[in-house]
């Protein structure tokens, strides 16, 4: 029985394998066993660590010879353990934590009614046969009368990917038309919009930033349960709670941004924040520093001039790279190409209720788009002429030019976003020169202090001011996930345990073996018989045509001998020699592994069962 | 004087000369690591870091970088004997590896694969935020794999280890299964399917003389070898000239592989020495 | 006398041996010995595949090594990831050795980090970590990724990442790239993924130098091209900073052919030592025989 039951499973196991490489409905079978194969491979590991400790842990009781080297063992295994296994050190995953958001625990159990919203509808029950998407499963739910859907639930508020999720379900039109009446009933109210949201799998209620008066009335005023106003509780007071950050001087040209002036107070040595900072406002409070423009001709060399003249000079190399780089910077023509491309009228895609009004009034052949009724917005003569006046001139605000675009020609929503953003994606000045001054150190070349100075002022500015408003970020910040960082995260001791004892240790065990090869070299290879002398012939080409060594012994050799060069040599013996050996043996071997692998299969090897004596 | 006492010099004056480039190096490199600040995560700043007046000095790297080379030098020391400094480097690397790999198997696979399968809602809120914490149908059948990774676990118990054979079972088999498939495909019809090359290779030319003899050749090697190791049948007369050629083909590939093996070894030992001059103390040629 | 000190050198202590090799590969590096270098047929192969490639495709990256071959297999890593960010594809890294993440974060810092920091994570580059399993791990994603990576090693959900929609399985790459040390790598790619799929997977590969000659027979039906140790290294290097770096690279860029100095001179010693050591042999033995 010990060892009937295990002969059974490998061999099931193995037959399971090869019938999934033939029949391709059992694919998933396979897919199966080898995902349990991978996870056992991992618990292999701990299998492996656990038998480490128990046989140094016995060696340092017994105190038998050598026990203080299996003491650092344990030791060194313990702590790198420890601080792995409990991710000391490490902070919480940024992508996970939802910053700038404030979340007040609420399941969806504790939903008011009155989030609860109701469809009728008049569906075929087969369609509720497949598998809801987990991302809906807890707050979607029908109602099933005689084979027919009857109603469709939602509790709490849908999102757009719940909604997708729904939609993608099933194509037939009468379902995705009622998912989208259903998620336009269960839409979050205007007031709310952008602001609150609920997460179901994190099952809580989230506001961005900091909840106004207006938004808490019409918070309260969705309903009086008690769970939903405990939350709304927690959520003002927690979204209004101040945090103050002390800062060293900010930068000239910051401003406090319109959109956050009633959230901030910033005083000489110091910024009061009403509320968590999030990803959008850090970016609004460090996005200060002025932003790179195209350079004239004249003012690419203006530029060369005044750092050449500091101290240290430059030499031509470094003149040109300066040149090169600041001329490769973003120029007008992009720009208004990138309004030509927004200006591009679209297609309106139909909603699938339009759709199935459409089929249903008897259209055989839908469009699922319609074609744009007005014509694209290119830019004209003068609205061209004016970006590309505007852009050189460094004392003209950028972000002013939509009113003057608007006013010369004919000007699209689309186009004054696509200019933000393509703005946004521009260098500011301090990184562009911190390229430079990287670029210019390369080859052995250097730049004296007042260069640097020059070149770096502002990119230490910058990156100071960075620093700081993440600082800000992270203190005003509620830690929802402490477990949820990287466990081989740069900087924690887990990784210093890695990059500093883990990596060198290892690294140099195995350079160990150049020095083994060379002394095999020496004492053990000797050419005693002709196959032998042929074995060290051609490591004697490959190890000279492998190298530059091989190309200047036979560079001399003319053109019609050229077959005879070292390298080509190399390259016959690589490709040709070496292919047809190791084809063989390839074929060899895998006829053993076929062998033995049907042998371990059918029981007839047996040998890992052990020596049955246990 | 003793051997002692010259290693005991020896050794000072190495690590005299490692202070003192530490401290005179003019770029103030050497035995050092910077770091900077970046989303508020440490990491490697480098010079334009430095000469921007943001990098500082990471004390806790420092020692690292220390570490590490004193680690390196110690396995070195090997070269000349073994000897307890060689020994307490050793005892490190098999304790740091062996936590090492358990850690990364716990946080990348069963974490992850396998309780956040079984108990996705406990996982999702302790340390997998992006998950669903609903749990999928087949979610239920990964108790199997469980209940075999703690029978594999009871190998460390001597008198359960019994158990153990059971997933033990699993994974030779499964093993035997995957690989079965695989290398009839891969290396023995596929590696037969490409020895398919034209003995003579027309152009539009004519024939492509060279080519028609490398192909010829490499058919010809082939067989050979593959003559060479059937051993059912005699190797005499005919048979033992093919396997003969088949013989020397094989140890020309040995030569081969044996010129390619020193050209691994030989770069790994070229990073160490790099690690210890240009990182470490930063000796650079130029 | 000739015959004592001849018996003296073949039985020299292996240490004197020893102390040669750490010469010949220290004194280069402190020299900074660097070499010209042509690229062979199969580089060029690997970087015309590459080049193949359109902005926006998708690219596996499996960096399976880990720091006991990072010497020759980490400026392959560096020049794969420069290459691709050039040429503006999707890069997927994974690995199948349990020391490789830290290598992929490497070769994310050093190249994408520093040189390229307009591109997104998430959206241009993706780290899905480590899994083991060995073959195993080939063996589902070849058809079914998610059944294993269910986030990226950072632990978001896969479904969130952008540049992970739409993506069923390894086959939805357009190019797999095997930056192997051993077992398991480029061999496991070969038999699991492009062998069962030889139309949906495109693979090239560079490994150590002692996997290369084994590898050889799969090229070129089942390995487009292969990189052989550090060699192969130096070489793809020289290909993509000819093609795409103007004036003196980093020295990051620069590591293959860096490496080829002490190996010339280590070559030379290591065919020294041969004909030494048989000299000595065949002398000693002719000695012994009168």
Same mark, same amino acid.
């Given at each position: ?62 105190? *038998? ?56 509808? *008049? ?138 002036? @009633? ?8 910024? @009061? ?121 460094? @004392? ?219 | ?34 770091? +900077? ?49 060689? +020994? ?28 956040? +399968? ?125 396997? +003969? ?42 | ?168 399985? &390894? ?52 390995? &487009? ?66």
């Amino acid at each position: 029985m010990r060892r009937t039951v295990p002969l059974l499973i490998a061999a099931i196991c193995g037959i399971v394998l090869i019938v999934t490489a033939f029949i391709p409905a059992t694919v998933s079978w396979g897919e199966t066993a080898a995902v349990w194969f991978d996870i056992l491979a991992a618990i292999a590991f701990i299998l492996g660590g656990g038998n480490l400790l128990k046989i140094h842990l016995r060696r340092v009781s017994d105190q *038998s010879e050598g026990w203080a080297y299996s003491l650092i063992t344990v030791v060194t295994f313990l702590l790198t353990l420890g601080v792995g296994l409990f991710k000391l050190g490490i902070s919480p995953g940024s992508d996970q934590e939802f910053y700038g958001e404030t979340f007040a625990h609420l399941t969806v159990e504790q939903m008011p009614e009155e989030l609860t919203f109701d469809l009728p509808v *008049s569906l075929a029950a087969e369609l509720l046969d497949e598998e809801i998407p987990a991302s809906v499963r807890q707050q979607f739910s029908v109602k099933i009368e005689d084979k027919t859907v009857t109603q469709l639930r939602f509790r709490g508020w849908m999102n757009g990917g719940q909604r997708q999720d729904l939609l993608n379900l099933h194509q037939k039109l009468d379902w995705q038309c009622a998912i989208e009446q259903l998620a336009d009933l269960a839409a979050i109210p205007d007031q709310l919009a952008g602001e609150v949201r609920y997460l179901p799998d994190h099952r809580a209620l989230s506001v961005s930033g900091s909840l106004n008066e207006e938004e808490e009335t019409f918070l309260r005023n969705i309903s009086d349960s008690q769970s939903w106003q405990r939350a709304t509780d927690r959520l003002v007071e927690r979204s209004r709670a101040v945090t103050s950050y002390p800062i060293s001087t900010p930068p000239e040209s910051f401003l406090v941004p319109q959109s956050y002036e @009633d959230r901030i107070i910033l005083t000489e040595n110091n910024i @009061d924040v009403i509320g968590p900072v999030g990803p959008e406002m850090k970016a609004a409070l460090v996005d200060v520093f002025p932003r790179t423009r195209p350079f004239t001709e004249e003012q690419v060399q203006q530029y060369v001039d005044e750092l050449a003249a500091l101290p240290g000079g430059l030499t031509d190399v470094q003149k040109n790279t300066t040149a090169g780089l600041l001329k490769s910077d973003w120029t007008a023509d992009q720009l208004i190409a990138a309004l030509n491309d927004a200006g591009v009228r679209q297609e309106r895609t139909k909603s699938a209720c339009e759709l199935l009004a459409e089929m249903q009034a008897g259209e055989k052949n839908l469009q699922l788009t319609v074609p744009p009724t007005e014509p694209d917005v290119t830019l004209n003569a003068a609205q061209e002429d004016y970006i590309q006046q505007t852009v050189s001139n460094s @004392d003209s605000d950028l972000s002013a030019m939509v009113q003057t675009l608007s006013t010369l020609g004919d000007w699209l929503p689309a186009q004054e976003a696509a200019l933000q953003s393509f703005l946004q994606k521009t260098p500011t000045i301090p990184m562009r020169n911190r390229l430079i001054a990287s670029a210019l150190i390369t080859g052995g070349e250097t730049l004296s202090e007042e260069q640097f100075e020059f070149l770096l002022a502002g990119y230490r500015e910058q990156h100071n001011w960075q620093e700081q408003m993440y600082g800000l970020m992270v203190k005003s910040h509620q830690v929802k996930y402490p477990w949820s960082g990287e466990y081989i995260a740069v900087g924690s001791p887990f990784w210093w345990s890695y990059e500093y004892a883990f990596k060198p240790l290892t690294a140099t065990m195995f350079s160990l073996l150049a020095f083994y090869v060379a002394s095999a070299a020496f004492r053990a290879f000797r050419a005693k018989n002709f196959e032998a002398l042929l074995l060290l012939g051609t490591a004697f080409i490959i190890l000279l045509g492998r190298t530059f060594a091989g190309v200047m012994l036979t560079s001399g050799l003319p053109e019609s001998l050229s077959a005879f060069r070292l390298e080509n040599i190399t390259m016959f013996i690589m490709s040709i020699i070496n292919t047809a050996g190791n084809r063989a043996i390839m074929i060899g071997i895998s006829l053993g592994i076929v062998s033995t692998s049907l042998k371990i299969l059918l029981g007839v090897d047996r040998s890992y069962l052990g020596s049955g004596d246990e | 004087m003793t051997e002692r006492t010259v290693w005991t010099i020896l050794i000072l004056a190495m690590i005299a000369m490692a202070f003192s480039r530490t401290m005179f190096d003019p770029s103030q490199s050497a035995g050092r690591e910077y770091v +900077k600040q970046v989303d508020g995560e440490w990491v490697k700043a480098d010079l334009i870091d430095r000469n921007a007046g943001i990098a500082e000095v990471s004390y806790d790297r420092t020692a690292g970088l220390w570490i590490a080379a004193v680690f390196t030098l110690c396995i070195f020391s090997f070269m000349y004997r073994d000897n307890p400094f060689y +020994k307490v480097a050793e005892s490190t690397v098999v304790g740091v590896s062996a936590a090492y790999y358990m850690v990364v198997g716990f946080w990348s696979t069963l974490v992850p694969n396998l309780f956040a +399968k079984l108990m996705p809602g406990v996982i999702q809120q302790w340390a997998m935020p992006g998950l669903s914490p609903e749990i999928e149908p087949t979610g239920i059948y990964y108790i199997v794999p469980l209940i075999l990774g703690i029978m594999l676990l009871m190998r460390l118990v001597p008198s359960m280890s019994w158990i153990s054979l059971w997933p033990l079972a699993f994974i030779i088999g499964t093993t035997a299964g995957l690989r079965m498939i695989a290398y009839l495909e891969a290396d023995f019809l596929s590696q037969i399917e490409n020895s398919f090359v034209p003995l003579i290779v027309f152009t539009e030319t004519g024939i492509d003389y060279w080519q028609s003899f490398q192909n010829t050749f490499m058919i010809v090697s082939i067989l050979s070898c593959l003559v060479y190791f059937f051993f059912s049948i005699e190797h005499k007369g005919a048979v033992a000239g093919v396997s +003969k050629f088949g013989i020397w083909i094989l140890m020309m590939t040995f030569g081969a592989m044996f010129g390619m093996t020193v050209m691994g070894r030989i770069a790994l030992l070229a990073i160490r020495l790099e690690f210890l001059f240009r990182e470490w103390m930063n000796i650079r040629p130029y | 006398m000739k015959q004592i000190i001849i018996n003296k050198l073949a039985n020299l202590d292996r240490r004197w041996v020893f102390l040669s090799m750490l010469l010949a590969v220290a004194i280069p590096i402190l020299l900074g010995l660097e070499f010209p270098e042509t690229p062979t047929q199969q580089a060029i192969n690997v970087f015309d595949e590459v080049e193949r490639l359109k902005e926006g495709d998708r690219v596996l990256l499996a960096l399976d090594y880990d720091p006991s071959s990072e010497g020759e297999l980490s400026p392959m890593a560096t020049s794969f990831v420069l290459h691709c960010a050039k040429k503006k594809v999707k890069m997927y890294f994974l690995t199948l050795y349990p020391g490789g993440p830290p290598m992929i974060q490497q070769a994310i810092q050093r190249v994408i980090l520093t040189d390229f920091p307009n591109l997104v994570y998430g959206e241009d580059y993706v780290d899905l970590g480590y899994k083991p399993g060995y073959e195993g791990v080939v063996k589902v994603i070849i058809t079914n990724l998610r059944e294993l990576y269910t986030t990226d090693a950072r632990g978001t959900n896969i479904d969130q990442i952008p540049m992970c929609q739409g993506v069923e399985s &390894i086959q939805d790459m357009d190019l797999l790239i095997a930056v192997s040390a051993g077992y398991p790598g480029c061999k496991e790619w070969v038999q699991y993924a492009k062998t069962p799929f030889p139309d949906k997977i495109n693979l090239v590969a560079g490994v150590t130098g002692v996997q290369a000659p084994y590898l050889y027979p799969y090229v070129p039906k089942q390995l &487009i091209g292969l990189l052989g140790a550090i060699k192969g290294a130096a070489e793809y290097e020289t290909l993509v900073v000819g093609k795409y770096i103007e004036g003196e690279p980093k020295a990051v860029y620069q590591e293959g052919r860096r490496r080829m100095g002490p190996q010339l001179v280590a070559h030379l010693l290591m065919v020294f030592l041969i004909i030494a050591g048989n000299t000595l042999y065949f002398l000693q033995s002719s000695h012994k025989k009168s």
